[in-house]
């Protein structure tokens, strides 16, 4: 079974730094193409980043330069490290899962909820 | 940036009766518009993927259709179940990005 489960949300002060960690179960990581997808409360959905499994990465013009995507293949997570956090980067953070370029995220993690307050 | 715009922005349905929620392109992405559907609390579920094909265990009261800049996904005979909001997703190109989203409300 397909299961995606993301940690490491929290509150952190505006400026600060917090990564996001996605455990993968029932397929592998390195083999996928993964994503982040955050919804601010109240809003829709927007796309912030990937990671093919050739190890390119890409992101949203909102984050390039801020955030990192990255993988540990021998943990079978994914990870988003985001730096320079901003109030408007407060969100629940999701994992999702496409098997190639093209697909659709057919897996979702349930989200963790990152908050940028002072 | 594919920009998608979907109409109604909500919509107030009566259980069994048909719901058609539209999906605009800015430009032409094929087959390349998959539909979620996301209930409170909870993270979005793929319903349809390419336009039209159900993904695995979705009802069959839910399809899709379209191609270029022109989709809709249809929900036959509403259930109180299918409460929830439905956004439209493009995977045609980078950045990826979804509809504002359509919340569904049963009367």
């Known amino acids: 079974e397909v299961q995606l489960v993301e940690s490491g949300g929290g509150l952190v002060q505006p400026g600060g730094s917090l990564r996001l960690s996605c455990a993968a179960s029932?397929?592998?990581?390195?083999?996928?193409?993964m994503g982040w997808v955050r919804q601010a409360p109240g809003k829709g959905l927007e796309w912030v980043s990937v990671?093919?499994?050739?190890?390119?990465?890409y992101y949203a013009d909102s984050v390039k330069g801020r955030f990192t995507i990255s993988r540990d293949s021998s943990k079978n997570t994914v990870y988003l490290q985001m730096n320079s956090l901003r109030a408007e980067d407060t969100a629940v953070y999701y994992c999702a899962r496409h098997p190639s370029s093209g697909w659709p995220f057919d897996y979702w993690g349930q989200g963790t909820l990152v908050t940028v307050s002072s | 940036e594919i920009v998608l715009t979907q109409s109604p922005d909500f919509q107030s349905v009566t259980p069994k009766e048909k719901v058609t929620i539209t999906c605009r392109a800015s430009q032409s992405i094929g087959s390349s518009l998959h539909w979620y559907q996301q209930k409170p609390g909870q993270s979005p579920k793929l319903l349809i993927k390419y336009a039209s094909q159900s993904f695995s265990g979705v009802p069959s009261r839910f399809s899709g259709s379209g191609s270029g800049t022109d989709f809709t996904l249809t929900i036959d005979s509403l259930e109180a179940e299918d409460a929830a909001t439905y956004y439209c997703h493009q995977s045609s190109s980078l950045p990826r990005t979804f509809g504002q989203g359509t919340k569904v409300e049963i009367k």
């Open positions: 029932g397929f592998t990581v390195s083999s996928n193409y």
């Open positions: 990671i093919y499994s050739g190890g390119s990465t």
